[in-house]
């Protein structure tokens, strides 16, 4: 059984959430204030956290930059939550980590199929042997220790950046539509929010530097890796 920690100020969302979740098999809990959320997923270690944005005690932006910073719990899938609904909003959303977005007011549905994607895109992680390298231009990518060196440094992605990369890498020279993606790295089986695509993109190209120059924009449709 799956455990889901929801850390939500607003107790009657929170209790739907977790009503929701567990009737679809979940194990949910339930924490009103950042800095207890903080401590609960350091302690419990979850496999997927619900981020409210706005929290008391500790904002979900800080919430979201410790758990990524603590090596035991960077790599739990987060899913923020906010009234917020700015590009801006999302853009610092995925900078501290967050692996997806989800804009208050939403319905159940579109809550359970979020959670069922990422928690699927983390169960069915590429099996990589050991030591297995991707070299393409001055971009080295570690498959089994999830690094990545642009230009000779080593550069820090969020889970969601690495696999953006690693797949469009792996299929060098395929162009591919955002909703492609959003199938095919977040995993989720309808459209959904094509933005996130590009803000992800975005993201990565700036993280990457001059060598990020190899991730090609096809107007009008999507993105590919070409040398």
């Not at 059984?1 to 949910?28: C, H, P, Q, S, T």
């Not at 609904?85 to 549905?109: C, L």
């Not at 992680?125 to 999830?146: F, M, Y």
Request: glycine letters at 8%; a negative charge; charged letters at 30%.
């Amino acid at each position: 059984m799956k455990r889901v920690l929801i850390i939500e100020d607003e107790k009657d969302l929170a209790e739907l959430l977790a009503f929701n979740l567990e009737k679809e098999g979940y194990a949910a809990t339930c924490v009103h204030d950042g800095k207890l959320g903080l401590e609960r997923a350091t302690a419990d270690l979850p496999d997927l956290i619900l981020l409210d944005l706005m929290l008391p005690g500790m904002l979900g932006t800080e919430v979201c930059k410790a758990l990524r910073k603590n090596p035991h719990t960077a790599h739990i899938p987060i899913i923020m939550i906010t009234a917020k609904g700015d590009e801006i909003d999302r853009v610092v959303g995925f900078e501290v980590g967050a692996d997806d977005y989800i804009i208050k007011p939403f319905s159940t549905r579109e809550m359970i199929l979020r959670v069922k994607a990422v928690t699927r895109r983390f169960e069915h992680e590429i099996q990589i042997p050991p030591s297995a390298l991707l070299t393409i231009g001055e971009i080295v990518i570690d498959k089994e220790r999830h690094t990545v060196i642009s230009a000779g440094s080593e550069i820090e992605l969020t889970s969601t950046e690495f696999k953006l990369l690693l797949y469009l890498v792996e299929k060098k020279g395929c162009v591919y539509s955002r909703e492609q993606l959003l199938q095919r790295v977040w995993s989720y089986n309808n459209a959904g929010d094509t933005r996130t695509v590009d803000t992800h993109v975005t993201r990565l190209r700036g993280k990457l530097g001059p060598p990020g120059d190899i991730i090609k924009t096809v107007r009008g449709f999507g993105y590919k890796i070409e040398e």
